[in-house]
């Protein structure tokens, strides 16, 4: 089973730790300045989920049961039968690493939600992790939010700057720069370090702070004994089972019914004209993925994924995925680092290549790209997006287009980047238009 790294103490986890560099905030903080379809033309090829520099000790991460003798182990597990939430936590985050205590998700997920239900912050914020990434539990963002607020009200930091970057995601919530500004605020306020370095990208990209005199920061961290991890445990990589039902079906038709105006304003294309396009859930969500929308491109992928509403089919799923994690989105990419673990999935996008399938030589191309795989070699890759992108395939032509701009697999020139959007745009890419757009700017800065 493939390895995955959960780090309790921090909103994100990665699976394949620091071979790749966390570029979110540079994507939200560029649609700041232009729309929440607009796209960087620097971004990196390199994964933008990953980062090689989080934080390995956090206030957080600290033992209440630190030495774990047989007795140490007794005595954990009566105070959490007795009802100490912050026995039921720890427990709960031992069964989960196979500290002390043979690995058990579901015993793990049983004493947390004890913890939960107390109440306790900290195991609130943990919880609402696992929610968010699907860990142990079946994937829910927005029973993540209402657990990440819980912590943030006590004060805890890690949570408000969650509930922040909830703020600039647009998936559980509807975007909301200036609450976002005020989480990642409290955050900072509080000392904890990605705070600060969400306000000073905010305040550098133009963005003029909420004026709101009604807004009492909360100034007291409540949760102050309910830090349970040891900070010398290695939390870099352990195995996680899938206990639980998949629920993506029930969730995406859920999104999906929901009333066109809802349903437009949550893929960000409330402003597109009802006349000239389908109306329809389906139609709708098309029309946001092609015009760049992160959101909809990760549920296009998941979809495409597990065969609702679309037929089966892990090649697109791949490249949606992939386009997704390009405009931004976290999920997208820590999904798609997944299903390259799957020997069923490199089967069958192997198949794929070997058929001429153009996303299936676009997604094994960007996955070498991106670093999730080293089966091909780097020419081979290059080969299979020009054949991509001689059958008029657009996301091969923005993604050579990528890998010019930034030298990635190739010797950097930006003639041929700007050559292969210029094509993709001729075929009607609002991504690839908006790409040549956004590099004009940058080029005319740099040269002034």
Known sequence: ?????????????????????????????????????????????????????????????????????????????????????????????????????????VKAIYWIRKAVDQNLPAARFNYGIMLYNGIGVPWNPFEAYINFKAASDAGLPESQFALGLLYTDNLALTRDFGKAYKFFKLAADAKYQPGKDALKQMLKSGFIPPNDSAYVPISK???????????????????????????????????????????????????????????????????????????????????????????????????????????????????????????????????????????AMYSWAAITALGYSYEIANQQALDFLKKAVDKKHIPSMIELGLLYMNGTLVEKNKEKAFSYWQMAKELGSTEAEIRVAFANIIEHENGA
Do not use: C
């Open 1 to 105: 089973m493939a390895k995955t790294t959960l780090y309790f103490a921090n909103f994100f986890y990665s699976p394949i730790g620091s071979k790749h560099r966390f570029t979110l905030w540079k994507q939200v903080f560029f649609l700041l300045t232009l729309s929440a379809t607009i796209i960087n033309a620097q971004d990196s090829t390199r994964s933008q989920v990953f980062r090689d520099d989080l934080p390995r000790k956090h206030q957080i991460i600290k033992a209440k049961y630190p030495s774990y003798t047989l007795i140490a182990g007794y005595i954990l597990t009566s105070d959490a039968n007795r009802g100490d939430p912050f026995a039921q936590h720890e427990l709960g985050i031992r069964y989960l690493m196979g500290s002390g205590f043979p690995k058990d998700t």
């Open 221 to 359: 961290k409540k949760d102050e004994t309910a830090q349970v991890l040891n900070p010398n445990w290695d939390l870099d990589y352990y195995d996680f089972e899938k206990e639980d039902k998949d629920t993506s079906s029930v969730f995406i038709k859920e999104i999906l019914s929901n009333k066109k105006g809802d349903l437009k304003k949550y893929l960000g294309i409330e402003n597109i004209d009802s006349i000239k396009v389908d109306t329809s859930a389906i139609g709708l969500l098309n029309l946001a993925a092609n015009n760049g929308s992160p959101e909809a491109l990760l549920l296009v992928a998941r979809s495409y994924e597990k065969g609702i509403n679309f037929k089966k089919d892990l090649a697109k799923a791949a490249s949606y995925y992939l386009r997704a994690n390009r405009l931004g989105s976290f999920k997208a990419g820590e999904t798609l680092y997944k299903l390259v673990q799957s020997e069923s999935f490199v089967n069958a996008l192997k198949a794929k290549v070997n058929q001429g399938d153009a996303d």
